[in-house]
C-alpha cells in the first residue's frame, strides 16, 4: 500500500477511534453490502419487462436507493 493511502486511512481510523484493522474491515464490510447500480438496474429492468421511461428508471432508482 502507498504510504500516502496509508497515512490517509490511519487518519480516518484515528478520527473513528477506531486502530486501522478495525476501520478498514469496516469499510469492507459496508462495500460489501452496498448494492451496485447495475444491480440497482437490472431488478428495475425484470420488474417492467425490459420497457421503462425515464422518469420512472429515475424514481424506482431513487427509491432502490433508499431502501438500501
Known amino acids: 500500500m502507498p504510504d ?9 481510523a484515528r478520527e473513528h477511534n477506531q486502530s ?3 476501520y478498514l474491515l469496516g469499510e469492507l ?4 453490502e452496498r448494492t451496485s447500480i447495475t444491480d440497482v ?8 419487462d425490459g420497457r421503462v421511461g ?13 431502501q438500501r
Not at 438496474?41 to 417492467?48: F, G, V
Not at 425515464?54 to 433508499?66: I, T, Y
Open 54 to 66: 425515464f422518469e420512472q428508471a429515475a424514481k424506482d432508482l431513487a427509491e432502490g436507493r433508499s
Open 20 to 22: 486501522l484493522q478495525q
Open 4 to 12: 500516502d493511502m496509508h497515512k490517509k486511512l490511519q487518519l480516518k
Open 41 to 48: 438496474l437490472n431488478e428495475i429492468e425484470a420488474r417492467c
Open 29 to 32: 464490510h459496508r462495500a460489501s
